[in-house]
C-alpha cells in the first residue's frame, strides 16, 4: 500500500516520523487523523515521543529489530513508560546528532555517516546488533537523508554511481534502485516513510516517481 501525506503542512514527512516492521515513532502533538493513516498504512504501533522539544523525530532515530539509536539530545526520560518491545537503546554523545539523517540500517547492516567517532560507531554496532560500515551514499555524507530502506528494497538518489548501487545490494542484501520524490527531490529519506507493509511519500511526489517507488519498496 502507497498514500501520499504531509505532516505539519510539509511534504518532507521523513523528518517527522521514523518507522521499522513493527513500530513507528512520530511527534508527540501529531493530528490523530495523521497517526491512523501512518498506523493503517505500515501496519505498526505508533509511540508518541518529543526530542529536546523538538517534532523532527525522524532526524533523531535510527532503528532495527535490536536497538534503538537516538539523538544525545535526547535522555531516558523521553522514553519513559514506552515499550520498546526489548530493544537496546543508545543516547549517542556525538556532535553528529541528527542520527536519523546519518544513519541507514536494517536487520543486517548499517550504514553511518563517515565522520562518526570510533567510539560511537562501536556503540552503534553494539546497540543495532549488525555490521556497521561508514560511507556516503550518492557522494553525500548524510545517508539517512538520501536513501530509504525496507526488508523489499532501497531507493537512492539518482547521483549514485553504478559502483554505489551494487555496494549498497551486497550490504544490504535487497535490490537497489535511484529515485526521487516530491516532485525531484534527491532527499528521499526526508520525503519517504516505509517499512515491509507499507509506504508514504510527500504530498508533491508525482505518479512516475509513485510508480519507481512502488516497484522498489513493495
Do not use: W
Amino acid at each position: 500500500m502507497i498514500k501520499k501525506l504531509s505532516i505539519f503542512g510539509s511534504d518532507f514527512i521523513g523528518v517527522y516520523v521514523k518507522s521499522f516492521k513493527d513500530m513507528a515513532f512520530i511527534p508527540k502533538n501529531l493530528n490523530d487523523d495523521i497517526e491512523k493513516v501512518i498506523q493503517d498504512t505500515l501496519k505498526v504501533e505508533t509511540k508518541r515521543i518529543i526530542i529536546n522539544n523538538f517534532s523532527l523525530i525522524g532526524t533523531m532515530i535510527a532503528f532495527n529489530s535490536n536497538g534503538i539509536v537516538v539523538s544525545g539530545l535526547s535522555g531516558p526520560e523521553d522514553f519513559q513508560g514506552i515499550d520498546l518491545d526489548g530493544r537496546n537503546i543508545l543516547f549517542l554523545k556525538d556532535r553528529l546528532n541528527a542520527v536519523g539523517n546519518n544513519i541507514i540500517t536494517n536487520d543486517k547492516t548499517a550504514v553511518i555517516h563517515p565522520s562518526f567517532t570510533e567510539s560511537s560507531e562501536k556503540a552503534i554496532e553494539d546497540t543495532l546488533g549488525v555490521e556497521v560500515i561508514k560511507s556516503t551514499i550518492a557522494g553525500v555524507k548524510t545517508v539517512g537523508a538520501v536513501a530509504v530502506l525496507n526488508d523489499k528494497g532501497m531507493l537512492v538518489s539518482p547521483e549514485s554511481s553504478e559502483d554505489e548501487i551494487q555496494k549498497l545490494k551486497d550490504l544490504f542484501g535487497v535490490n537497489v534502485n535511484t529515485g526521487t520524490a516530491n516532485f525531484g527531490s534527491y532527499y528521499i529519506g526526508a520525503s519517504i516513510i516505509t517499512n515491509s507493509s507499507g509506504i508514504l511519500v510527500g504530498n508533491a511526489t508525482t505518479s512516475i516517481e509513485i510508480g519507481r517507488i512502488d516497484d522498489t519498496l513493495s
